[in-house]
């Protein structure tokens, strides 16, 4: 065992190469094994956090994966993604997945849903910072006549700004944050990557 998650009477057991265990600990002095999920292509299984049907799973050299638990005996992969080296610890918070990632250190990942949705067909947007590395002023290009709304992260995943950019004044200043690097989102209905700069102020 190397990690745990309990939601009600469900305990969910990250067992290495074992992969996924899910006990029914209703009874604390008689546990009961009710399911045994192998890990994805066999990596170790090494963080787990359940958050209502999902769980967040750092699967080692397979990545960051979602899986749908609603039915803890037959779980479903919704998502994934495939990170450098090893993904271990991983806590979800606030629309962010923070990941425990051995090549990198730590990865902030921005999240915006599992699965596949039917949406209407809208305008192709776009989301650019210039430059990515700069002295404390950063443009904002998007195609959106509407304010927009900008989140700043540092490494650590934590909002250190929002700020409304307006169509006449897209300039995001940093020129108060200290030299480092942080990810920019853009908040919005349409899905845009995270950005990452550096501001040497």
Sequence with gaps: MIDLWVVDTIAYVAESF???GVINVRDPDNPRRIAQHPSVQGAQLIGVQVIGNLAFIGNG???LRIWDVSD???VKEVGYYVTDGIAGSVCYNNGIIHLANDANGYRALEYYGAGIEE????EEVFFECLPLIGRGKFEI???NDKGL???VYDTQGKLVKRERLSEGNRILSLSEKPIGIY???LESREKFPMKKIVNLK
């Design 18 to 20: 074992d992969g996924l």
């Design 61 to 63: 050299y397979a990545g």
């Design 72 to 74: 803890p005996i037959n």
């Design 119 to 122: 949406r209407e067909k809208r």
């Design 141 to 143: 290009r998007a195609n």
């Design 149 to 151: 709304f900008i989140r």
């Design 183 to 185: 990810f920019l989102v």
